[in-house]
């Protein structure tokens, strides 16, 4: 199978992915601290800008620097002063200690080196009142995403999630190939 990449607003998969929706599921609003961990070229990053607004900030870090700087443009080019970007791992990303309003994993959890690790560390980025969100892919076999083996079931993403000191609130579907886990401190 080859991996599609997506782009920062690729129409074809606001068809089955929607940011909006999902921002609107997770309760993202204007004004709150979004911090996107894994944020590739900024297909959540961006519309979480737009959605948090001038007194809102997004905080959107990944790995590949290629890809941040692909956000970056799109950032400039859109004038949006509230995201910042940078290229780095997850594993050693702790943006600030209890600033967060919604700490995001955007169908990435699965792709972390350490991704117990990289729970902890939205923890120590969430206020008290924030919450975790885990949107990822179905444990189920599908034309796109990456392969079954490599997924993590609702069961063990809730369980390392629980592990990492966080408690579960809600566990739905996000449209046909993902699942949304919302968790509080």
Same mark, same amino acid.
């Given at each position: 199978? #080859?991996?599609?990449?997506?782009? %920062?607003?690729?129409?074809?998969?606001?068809?089955?992915?929607?940011?909006?929706?999902?921002?609107?599921?997770?309760?993202?609003?204007s004004?709150?601290?979004?911090?996107?961990i894994?944020?590739?070229?900024?297909?959540? %990053?961006?519309?979480?800008?737009?959605? %948090?607004?001038?007194?809102?900030?997004?905080?959107?870090?990944?790995?590949n620097?290629?890809?941040v700087?692909?956000?970056?443009?799109? #950032?400039?080019?859109?004038?949006?002063?509230?995201?910042?970007?940078?290229?780095?791992?997850?594993?050693e #990303?702790?943006?600030?200690?209890g600033? %967060?309003?919604?700490?995001?994993?955007?169908?990435?959890?699965?792709?972390?080196?350490?991704?117990?690790?990289?729970l902890?560390?939205?923890?120590?980025?969430?206020?008290?009142?924030?919450?975790?969100?885990?949107?990822?892919?179905?444990?189920?076999?599908m034309?796109?995403?990456?392969?079954?083996?490599?997924?993590?079931?609702?069961q063990?993403?809730?369980?390392?999630?629980?592990?990492?000191?966080?408690?579960?609130?809600?566990?739905?579907?996000?449209?046909?190939?993902?699942?949304?886990?919302?968790?509080?401190?």
């Amino acid at each position: 199978m #080859t991996k599609r990449r997506f782009q %920062a607003d690729d129409p074809e998969r606001k068809k089955w992915q929607d940011p909006q929706k999902i921002f609107s599921a997770i309760g993202l609003s204007s004004g709150m601290v979004f911090v996107d961990i894994g944020c590739g070229e900024g297909y959540f %990053a961006l519309p979480a800008a737009r959605m %948090a607004g001038p007194g809102g900030k997004v905080y959107a870090t990944d790995i590949n620097a290629d890809s941040v700087g692909v956000l970056r443009e799109h #950032t400039a080019k859109e004038g949006l002063v509230n995201l910042f970007a940078e290229a780095k791992a997850a594993e050693e #990303t702790v943006i600030c200690e209890g600033c %967060a309003d919604i700490v995001f994993f955007g169908i990435n959890l699965h792709d972390f080196e350490n991704p117990e690790k990289v729970l902890r560390n939205a923890k120590k980025m969430l206020k008290a009142s924030g919450r975790l969100i885990d949107l990822d892919w179905k444990d189920e076999p599908m034309e796109m995403g990456p392969p079954k083996e490599k997924r993590f079931s609702v069961q063990k993403a809730q369980a390392m999630i629980e592990a990492a000191g966080f408690k579960v609130l809600s566990v739905k579907d996000a449209g046909p190939y993902h699942y949304l886990i919302i968790a509080g401190r």
